[in-house]
């Protein structure tokens, strides 16, 4: 019989503080937690599923045992039976279903890929191993030539990104690319911007900006793959969002720098919490993304001895901390838009060189432990925007003002 008891809890609505207890057996999954408190008694019904520890409330999600963190409790002096075990992050195994959506949906694009070189920014798909890179998307239209913000659905069927006419960020549309009958297909969503699918494939977030949409709310909404049923984030927060990989919050990164950096509950988008994430001791500088079971982002954070890229746990938003410094910034290069995947350990970001005339951008890649190589034999000149890892690890989505190298 599995069994466990929690100490010193505190309740992230109210504050109250209190001493609760909790008893969990194979063969009653219910637990009863009495909390007690300075408002009032409270019981609270709990269940284990797969490893979860789930709330039998209506708007709570949930909560990963191990790194347990908002809308409900902050937990001190765990006592944990072997149940807890199943609660930790698993090891990834290569999804062949996936593996072979990713392949269907370059070899598409390779068939048929854009053309035109005089695009203001294009997209491509660089392979990580061989550094073979193709373009993918160079406008969307004849007038939407700049194409930014790409992203891997997490089936692998899908790239989901942004294209504007010029840099006229009002009329941003959102666009996805699948593969069908052998083929690239394009499909236009309607405007939106910084585009991130779900983790069960059914919805997008996105920005909405003012007045782009007749009778649309500015701010963060979400709509159905197939660009219907939009629906309002109903949180103040503006920003680039990124769904978690559990799929219950989205990481809302804003347009400054340093960047500020919110974590939006979305259990119940009607009625959001959101956590400002801190990290202790640094600011975060770039676009951060999220890495393996949702509690780590990788991110270039500045402290006040290094510039590094680094992976932060931010399963506790409030007291974020550098878990593992993957890079540290050198005298000539500053790396910014860092990417990392947790089943290959690989890193990949993009760098900007400085040899004394002339500012030089290129892609670099490394394993923990290893220094960062460069991964284009020719840098480039311009802009490198918006890296995104396709789901098994394979290939780095990136923009890029420079046409696409023989």
Not at 32 to 54: E, H, K, M
Not at 216 to 230: A, E, N, V
Not at 346 to 363: P, S
């Amino acid at each position: 019989m599995w069994a466990w008891t929690f100490g010193l809890a505190r309740l992230t609505e109210g504050g109250a503080f209190s001493q609760r207890t909790a008893h969990h057996s194979q063969t009653h999954p219910v637990i009863l937690a009495t909390l007690t408190g300075s408002r009032a008694w409270n019981i609270v019904p709990w269940c284990v599923i797969g490893g979860r520890l789930v709330l039998g409330t209506g708007e709570r999600s949930q909560i990963h045992v191990g790194r347990l963190m908002k809308y409900s409790l902050l937990l001190a002096g765990l006592i944990a039976a072997p149940i807890f075990a199943a609660a930790a992050p698993a090891t990834v195994k290569p999804n062949p279903t996936i593996r072979a959506a990713v392949d269907d949906l370059v070899k598409a694009i390779k068939r048929a890929p854009a053309t035109n070189r005089e695009a203001d920014l294009s997209i491509f798909i660089l392979n990580v191993e061989s550094g073979e890179t193709i373009l993918a998307v160079d406008r969307a239209s004849e007038q939407l030539t700049y194409c930014g913000s790409p992203s891997w659905s997490p089936d692998g069927r899908r790239i989901v990104f942004d294209a504007t006419p010029g840099r006229n960020y009002g009329q941003t549309q959102i666009h996805v690319i699948e593969a069908a009958n052998g083929r690239a297909k394009l499909t236009n969503l309607r405007r939106g911007v910084c585009p991130t699918a779900s983790p069960d494939g059914k919805r997008i977030a996105f920005l909405c900006l003012g007045g782009v949409v007749p009778g649309g709310r500015p701010g963060l909404s979400t709509m159905r793959l197939d660009g219907s049923q939009r629906e309002p984030i109903l949180v103040r927060e503006r920003g680039i969002p990124k769904w978690s990989p559990d799929g219950n919050r989205l990481l809302v990164t804003s347009f400054s720098s340093p960047a500020r950096l919110s974590l939006v509950n979305m259990a119940n988008p009607a009625r959001p919490m959101v956590d400002p994430v801190l990290v202790e001791g640094g600011k975060v500088f770039s676009v951060p993304s999220w890495v393996g079971d949702g509690a780590i982002i990788v991110a270039v954070v500045q402290t006040w001895a290094s510039t590094d890229v680094a992976l932060v746990d931010v399963s506790n938003p409030a007291k974020a901390t550098i878990k593992q410094k993957l890079f540290s910034k050198d005298g000539r290069m500053f790396p910014y838009y860092p990417v990392y995947h947790a089943a290959t350990k690989r890193c990949v970001f993009a760098g900007r060189e400085q040899d004394g005339t002339q500012d030089e951008t290129a892609l670099y890649s490394f394993r923990a432990g290893e220094e960062p190589k460069r991964i284009e034999p020719e840098g480039y000149q311009g802009k490198i925007a918006s890296l995104a890892f396709s789901p098994d690890g394979r290939y780095v989505l990136f923009c890029s003002e420079q046409a696409e190298q023989e």
